[in-house]
C-alpha cells in the first residue's frame, strides 16, 4: 500500500515546480515566487513554495505535490501519486537555494522597472518594419529568431530618452536574471565604442539563469557569443559572460559559479582574452581555457562552419585538457582558398583580384557602411 504522507516528504516541490516553471523569479522570505500558471492575470509573482506546501496569493489555489500534479496535469488522486513515484526529479538547484543575487548587487526597483518598460518597448520595434535590417544583421551573427526572442533583444531606433533612461540607437541587450534587469547593454548601429551601457545598471554574470543544476559552465567574452553558444549546446552546459575579458566577477555573484566542477573559459584569442582567462585560473582551479579552433572567437568560429556543439562535447570528453596553441596559428589561410576557406582582410583585395573571389560573410552595421571584419568568409567567383 503506498504511503502518502512518506511520498510527500520526500517529494521535491521546489524541484517539481521548476520543472513545470523554470527558475523562480524572486525570493520573499521563505517563499519562493512564481508566476502562477491557473490564472491570466500573471504579471506579478504570485504563486509561492515553502517546504513540501505551494500556494498562489492571487488566485487562492494551493496544495503539496500531488496536488500540483493533479491541476497541472489534469490527473485523479491515484494517477498523481504514480506519477509522482516515477518521476527523477532533480536535487533543488543551488541558484533556487542560496545563488539568488543579494539586493545589493542589483539596480534598484524604479530603475529595473524603467528599464523593463525600454525592453518590452525596444522588443516590439524589433520585430516591426523598422527592425528588419537588425534583425537582418542578429541573423548573419548566427541567432536564429527563437534564440533572439529567447534573450529578449530589442532594437532601438535612434538616439532617444526611453521612460527617462538615455538609450542609443541599436541592438538592445538586457542582462535578465530571475526576470529583473540588472543592465542594459547596447551595441551601437554606428561609431565607437560599439558597445555602451544604459546608465544605472550594474555588472552582473548574463546567462546566470542558464548555471542552475550544472556542473559545467561557459565563460565567454561577450553576450552574442553566450546567446549563441547556448543556441548550440546549452542542453550540455551552463553559459554566461560578463560581458569583457577585463571585467571582474562581483563577490554577489560568485556563489553561482562555487558549485561548478569545470569552468571552461572562451575568451578571446588576444591579449586581452589571454589575461581575462588568466583572472579566472587565478580565481579556481577548476578554470582551463577553451579556444575556439578557428578565428578570434566564438561567432568566428561558428560562421566559419564551426560545429560549436562538438566542440563542447570534446571539451567535455574525459581525459581531455588544453593544450592547443593560439587559434590564430592554427587558422590556415590558403593562398588559393576554396568555398568557405576564411581569408584574412589584408590580403583579400589581391586574391580577389587573383582568383576572382567574393564575400558572402562578415559583420555589417546596422547602416550598411561596407563590411569591416576581422576575417572575411569568401568562395570562388565565376573568374576564378
Same mark, same amino acid.
Given at each position: ?37 491557473? %490564472? ?47 518521476? *527523477? ?31 518590452? !518597448? ?69 561609431? %565607437? ?27 565567454? *567574452? ?7 553558444? %547556448? ?30 566542477? /569545470? ?64 587559434? *590564430?596559428?592554427? !587558422? ?11 581569408? /584574412? ?33 569568401? *568562395? ?5
Amino acid at each position: 500500500m503506498l504511503d502518502v504522507k512518506a511520498l510527500l516528504e520526500q517529494a521535491n516541490l521546489v524541484a517539481l515546480v521548476e520543472r513545470d516553471l523554470g527558475h523562480p523569479v524572486r525570493r520573499e522570505g521563505h517563499w519562493l515566487k512564481w508566476r502562477c500558471p491557473f %490564472h491570466t492575470d500573471n504579471k506579478t509573482p504570485s504563486l509561492g513554495v515553502a517546504g513540501n506546501r505551494w500556494k498562489c496569493f492571487g488566485c487562492g489555489r494551493s496544495g503539496d505535490a500531488i496536488d500540483w500534479l493533479r491541476e497541472r496535469e489534469g490527473l485523479s488522486f491515484q494517477g498523481a501519486c504514480e506519477q509522482l513515484v516515477a518521476l *527523477e526529479l532533480p536535487s533543488v538547484s543551488k541558484t533556487t537555494m542560496s545563488h539568488l543575487p543579494c539586493p545589493s548587487s542589483v539596480s534598484t526597483v524604479e530603475w529595473q522597472e524603467q528599464a523593463q518598460q525600454v525592453v518590452d !518597448a525596444c522588443q516590439s520595434a524589433l520585430w516591426s518594419e523598422a527592425g528588419t535590417r537588425a534583425r537582418t544583421w542578429l541573423n548573419r551573427r548566427g541567432l536564429v529568431d527563437e534564440t533572439v526572442q529567447h534573450w529578449e533583444l530589442g532594437f532601438n531606433p535612434c538616439d532617444r530618452k526611453l521612460f527617462n533612461l538615455w538609450v542609443p540607437r541599436g541592438i538592445i541587450i538586457p542582462c535578465l536574471v530571475f526576470d529583473e534587469v540588472c543592465y542594459l547593454k547596447v551595441r551601437r548601429a554606428a561609431g %565607437h565604442p560599439k558597445y555602451t551601457q544604459v546608465s544605472g545598471g550594474q555588472v552582473a554574470l548574463f546567462g546566470a539563469d542558464t548555471l542552475a543544476g550544472r556542473d559545467v559552465a561557459v565563460i565567454t *567574452e561577450g553576450e552574442f557569443d553566450a546567446m549563441l553558444l %547556448h543556441q548550440e549546446a546549452g542542453d550540455l552546459v551552463g553559459v554566461a559572460t560578463l560581458g569583457s575579458a577585463s571585467t571582474r566577477l562581483p563577490d554577489a555573484w560568485m556563489p553561482y559559479l562555487l558549485g561548478m566542477r /569545470r569552468l571552461l573559459v572562451a575568451y578571446d584569442t588576444d591579449a586581452a582574452g589571454a589575461e581575462g582567462a588568466a583572472m579566472w585560473e587565478a580565481v579556481t582551479v577548476r578554470a582551463q581555457r577553451l579556444l575556439p579552433l578557428v578565428g578570434k572567437d566564438v561567432t568566428d568560429f561558428y560562421l566559419a562552419g564551426g560545429d560549436l556543439r562538438a566542440w563542447i562535447q570534446f571539451a567535455l570528453a574525459d581525459g581531455w585538457h588544453t593544450t592547443l596553441p593560439p587559434a *590564430e596559428t592554427r !587558422a590556415s589561410v590558403s593562398p588559393a582558398p576554396w568555398d568557405g576557406q576564411r581569408v /584574412r582582410i589584408e590580403d583579400l583585395p589581391d586574391l580577389q583580384a587573383r582568383y576572382g573571389l567574393r564575400v558572402v560573410g562578415g559583420d555589417p552595421d546596422l547602416d550598411g557602411v561596407p563590411w569591416r571584419p576581422k576575417l572575411y568568409l569568401a *568562395e570562388k567567383g565565376s573568374g576564378g
